[in-house]
Structures are given as C-alpha cells and as structure tokens.
C-alpha cells in the first residue's frame, strides 16, 4: 500500500471463522513495485547447511535494492537481508571528498552485483529454493542466491526495461 508518501507492507490473515485481520504493517523505504513470496530463509546454519524452512517476502522497488523480510516475525524493524542497493559507506567517503572543495557530478556507487535501476519484478525457484530472479529498468535480470546474499548471474542482453520474469517448470522423468 500506498498513502500520500509513505509505503508499507500489509499481510493480512483469514481466521477459521472468517475473519480478514491485518498480520503485519511493515513500512517499506520506497515505492513498491514487486513482491515474491520464498520459504528460504536468506543464511545458512553454522555447518553451512539450508534445512529451514520459513515465511519470507522478497520487495523490490524504486530503489536497486531488494529487501527480504521475514514474515515469521510480528512487527520486523528491518529487513532480514538486502539483495544489492547503493553501498552507503562508499557515498559517505564521496561527500567528504566532494566536501573537501572538489565540484564533481555526484555518481551513486552500488554494491557488487546489484541492479543500477529500479526492481521491477521478482520470481522466486520453488525447486531451487535458494534461487531468486530479478528484473530491473537497468535491462538486466540477475540470478541471487539468497543464502549467500550474493548475485550468481547476471543476463544483460535485454534492451529494454525487464518488468516481468518467471521460472520455467519443468519436471524431470515421466
């Protein structure tokens, strides 16, 4: 949802009785553009082992970020991990450089692996539950490993604005 300038996140649960209640209200630092559910929790146990099972939901938004949030908990301060988005230290260091008298044409700096536009779609591998795709306005879709928080592959042959991806279901054997 949506009011004046402010997003949020409202996940609303149906009693037995039928009853429609608000879960959680989670307020979102930009404009939502694509929600994907996942049950892969976004860490590995200690042994490095994925054996969890969880309620996650992927956003993505105007920002090249995508927040992943844990629906498990009641009320979350914060996402429980972030896909990519502008690395904030390396902007800190630029405006103490551009600070220091220097004019220069303010670049944004991105974490490895990250979408330089808008995330405009999210589709999540109920096979490879680790799996997330995503399709940004920088016309690239990127394969994220959300255990390791990591971008695995990047496809840059688009040329324009990817606003919709989706994973092939095939199965295998008869």
């Given amino acids: 949802m949506t009011e004046d ?12 009785d039928g009853n429609l209640y608000v879960h959680h209200d989670i307020t979102l630092p930009d404009f939502p553009l ?9 860490f590995v146990n ?3 082992a ?6 996650y939901v992927a956003v993505g938004t105007f920002s090249p970020a995508i927040e992943i949030w844990n629906l498990d908990v009641l009320d979350p301060l914060e996402p429980t991990a972030v896909l990519g988005g502008i690395d904030k230290r390396a902007k800190t260091l630029q405006q103490k450089k551009s600070s220091s008298g220097k004019k220069g044409k303010k670049q944004k700096c991105y974490l490895p692996g990250s979408h330089q536009g808008p995330v405009m779609s999210l589709s999540w591998n109920s096979t490879f ?19 390791t ?23 295998h054997g008869c």
């Avoid at 300038?5 to 037995?16: A, I, K, N, P």
């Avoid at 539950?129 to 255990?147: E, F, H, N, P, Y």
């Fill in 46 to 48: 200690s042994d490095g």
């Fill in 5 to 16: 300038e402010f997003s949020h996140l409202e996940v609303q649960l149906l009693s037995d």
């Fill in 34 to 42: 694509s929600l994907a559910w996942l049950d892969c929790p976004p």
């Fill in 149 to 171: 928080q990591a971008c695995s592959f990047t496809m840059n042959h688009h040329t324009d604005k990817v606003q919709s991806v989706s994973w092939h279901h095939m199965r």
């Fill in 129 to 147: 539950r680790q799996a997330l795709a995503s399709g940004s306005a920088d016309s690239t879709v990127k394969i994220w490993d959300v255990t």
């Fill in 50 to 55: 994925q054996t969890s099972v969880g309620s």
